[in-house]
């Protein structure tokens, strides 16, 4: 294996092409002791055997030319598909992400809820594991509102909610066959919650792990959260680390259970993990609860505390690498971040391709915007849409009114077939996150007083 010495300058391979990516590449670019972050592939994986085979060799070849002393994994697909598997053992090159067996956190949702349940750990709402149709309809009566995850990779697509995607039994029953059956695919059925949602990603060498401040993502395409999911439309963090429906006790729940889950992957698997463990909690009137896992930063959520982190994120990576995080300097700025990503109209059904795009109006990069290109082609000197987010804007500021104004003001410069949401980070929506909570936690109180313990 290769060992990256102090001091020594360092080639690093990278995975992926979207806006993670590119932030992850900036802030490596931006550390005195690298040398070349050099972009191996984009990690997509393709459908069939076959495609998926090539991309795997494509990757071998990646590594064989450039010999990177470690290679960082944006996407959780090529994580899935073992790619860090590959780089370590095959050729010795140590990556920051997880190894396949771990991946499956992200992968199998049947897997991550299971290994909660198993362990004891805090965090799950009513689920069961489905294989065949039967008792599903009798399981979804008895839950009455609930949520259909098919077990896989769905790119953030898959998750169909009651009362916003399926409305009847029926029309939640026939989703189920159509994964089981077309799919090929178990079912994950479990409680819908109601609270709010946020994002804790963690550092993790497998032994310790370093938390990152809390981030609110924007799933939803539309205004006011409607419309289909997304990979995500934007989201915002808050001076203070913690965001304004939160209290510290719950920042606290989050950061035990990632690191409980860190602990017990260890203790079943054998394999430390070695990246970023990313938990997507909400906070609900029965206290934080766990709504999924994944096992890489967040996109966009990686664009707001990347805009953060003061330390040297190759030593971050260092340390993840040789299980010494916990004597590593981890610093963010006390300031707010709001992102705004700019997608191409019709995304996320049927998104705009090829279409160019014009940026010449954008305004120019500073300590208070962030510009993180996502989907963008350059051919000819002109700039197309590739079809997913397109490009992200991050807007940093003490207040938060602030930054959602540096962010606004750069998405809108975009001209072309485009869209962002005109919401995220606005003083009225986060009021109404607040306000919603508030009422939440106040039912609660009302029910607990009201219900003898
Ligand atoms: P996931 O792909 O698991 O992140 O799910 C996508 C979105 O579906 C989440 O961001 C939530 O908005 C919603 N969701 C997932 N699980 C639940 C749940 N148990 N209750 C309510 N909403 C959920
Ligand atoms: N922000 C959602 C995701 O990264 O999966």
């Known amino acids: 294996m290769k060992l990256t010495k102090q001091l020594k300058k360092v080639n690093v391979g990278l995975v992926g092409k979207d806006g993670r990516t590119t932030a992850i590449r900036r802030k490596l670019e931006a550390s005195d002791r690298v040398e070349s972050v050099q972009h191996l592939v984009t990690g997509k994986l393709g459908s069939t055997e076959k495609e998926r085979e090539d991309a795997k060799n494509e990757f071998r070849a990646a590594l064989k030319n450039s010999s990177p002393d470690f290679v960082v994994i944006g996407p959780e697909e090529p994580l899935d598909a073992g790619f860090v598997d590959i780089a370590q053992r095959e050729f010795g090159i140590p990556s920051v992400g997880p190894t396949s067996v771990l991946a499956k956190l992200e992968s199998s949702k049947a897997y991550a809820r299971q290994l909660l349940e198993r362990r004891g750990i805090p965090g799950n709402p009513k689920f069961k594991v489905f294989t065949k149709l039967d008792g599903i309809k009798q399981y979804l009566e008895g839950l009455g509102h609930f949520v259909v995850k098919p077990d896989g990779l769905t790119g953030g697509k898959g998750v169909k909610v009651s009362d916003v995607h399926l409305f009847s039994i029926k029309e939640a029953t026939e989703y189920c066959q159509e994964q089981m059956e077309t799919g090929k695919r178990s079912v994950v059925i479990e409680e819908k919650l109601e609270g709010e949602e946020f994002s804790l990603q963690s550092f993790s060498d497998g032994e310790h792990v370093r938390h990152m401040p809390v981030v609110q993502d924007h799933k939803r395409i539309g205004v006011g959260d409607t419309g289909p999911n997304t990979g ?50 909400i906070a609900t009137s029965d206290g934080v609860k766990l709504i999924e896992y994944n096992v890489r930063f967040g996109d966009p959520e990686s664009l707001n505390v990347l805009s953060l982190l003061k330390s040297d994120f190759l030593a971050i990576c260092e340390g993840i690498i040789a299980g010494t995080l916990d004597s590593v300097a981890i610093d ?11 997608v191409p109209d019709g995304y996320p059904d049927n998104p705009v391709k090829d279409a160019p795009v014009d940026l010449s109006q954008m305004p120019e ?3 208070q915007l962030k510009i993180f290109r996502a989907a963008l082609d350059q051919r000819g000197g ?9 490009i992200a804007f991050v807007g940093v500021a003490d207040e938060l009114d602030e930054a959602e104004k540096i962010a606004e003001q750069a998405a809108t410069s975009v ?12 003083r009225e929506l986060v009021e109404s ?21």
Do not use: W
């Open 332 to 342: 963010f700025a006390d300031r707010s971040t709001v992102c705004k990503y700019v």
């Open 433 to 453: 996150r607040v306000a919603h909570m508030r009422q939440l936690r106040s039912s609660r109180g009302i029910r607990s007083a009201l219900i003898p313990h």
């Open 415 to 426: 001209i072309g077939p485009v869209y962002h949401r005109r919401d995220i980070g606005s």
């Open 365 to 367: 990069e500073s300590e």
């Open 232 to 281: 995500g439309m934007g989201s915002y963090s808050c001076k203070g680390g913690n965001l304004p429906f939160l209290s510290s006790a719950d920042i606290e729940i989050a950061r035990s259970i990632n690191e409980a889950v860190i602990r017990v992957l260890k203790e079943e698997t054998g394999e430390f993990y070695r990246g970023v463990l990313y938990g997507g909690f």
């Open 382 to 390: 002109k700039t197309y849409l590739s079809g997913s987010r397109a």
